[in-house]
């Protein structure tokens, strides 16, 4: 079964600093996904890493994939207030479901 | 109207009601999901069609019956719920499920409150 773990679950950061959150996930997989979650509000789809070694970036976000590891982290640099949401992965393999990690509370102060 | 819609967006029902929730997609996609977003548990992904056709029942209670007319279309009928159905549903749509560049985009959600 495929089991999908973020951590840290809530993060509570200052503007200006860097921090990754990690998600691990328990047997091989062919995509993983990023999304965002504002309060009261959907998701939102940030990135799709389909590879080995995929990195992609938008703004002071970067997620990065290692199969190998079955880790993926999303790294923030130089955090703005904007960026406070909740953010998860989540991991498929061929036809079987998305599963997702628990969420990152993420909140920063200014 | 754009992306996924959902309605209504908040609905209180009681026990013994009948209710239904509508989700639109306006993005041409053949796949629509449901899931379930509970205050501590990660989203649940409930039911998947595919081309209109089911391809996927998470062990749903069948106090939950889901209905796909059309691609473009998904409902989650409810009847006799529990409190603890309490949640966001969300719905879902991407271009076709399980194919590996497949995203899902997702709609605002029904908060449902179950007294």
Not at chain 1, 47 to 64: D, W
Not at chain 2, 43 to 64: C, G, H, I
Request: hydrophobic share 30%.
């Amino acid at each position: 079964e495929l089991k999908v773990e973020q951590n840290p679950l809530f993060l509570s950061m200052q503007e200006g600093k860097n921090y990754t959150i990690y998600c691990n996930y328990s047997t091989t997989s062919d995509r993983l996904y990023w999304y965002r979650q504002d309060p009261g509000k959907s998701l939102e789809s940030l990135f799709v890493l389909l590879s080995n070694g995929a990195v992609k970036q938008e703004g002071r976000l970067m997620a990065s994939l290692d199969t190998k590891a079955r880790l993926s982290t999303l790294h923030i640099t130089a955090a703005v207030h904007d960026l406070s949401a909740t953010y998860f992965c989540a991991v498929g393999r061929g036809a079987q479901k998305l599963v997702f990690g628990q969420g990152t509370r993420l909140t920063i102060n200014p | 109207e754009t992306g996924v819609t959902q309605t209504p967006r908040h609905l209180v029902m009681g026990m013994t009601n009948k209710k239904s929730l509508k989700c639109e997609q306006h993005l041409g996609h053949n796949a629509m999901y449901w899931y379930k977003q509970s205050a501590k548990k990660p989203l649940e992904l409930m039911f998947v069609y595919n081309f209109k056709e089911q391809t996927e029942n998470n062990s749903v209670p069948s106090r939950f019956s889901p209905e796909c007319p059309n691609s473009s279309h998904l409902f989650l009928h409810l009847h006799t719920l529990q409190p603890e159905d309490s949640a966001l549903y969300l719905c879902a749509s991407s271009q076709e499920a399980g194919v590996s560049t497949d995203t899902q985009y997702f709609g605002p959600g029904t908060r449902l409150t179950v007294l």
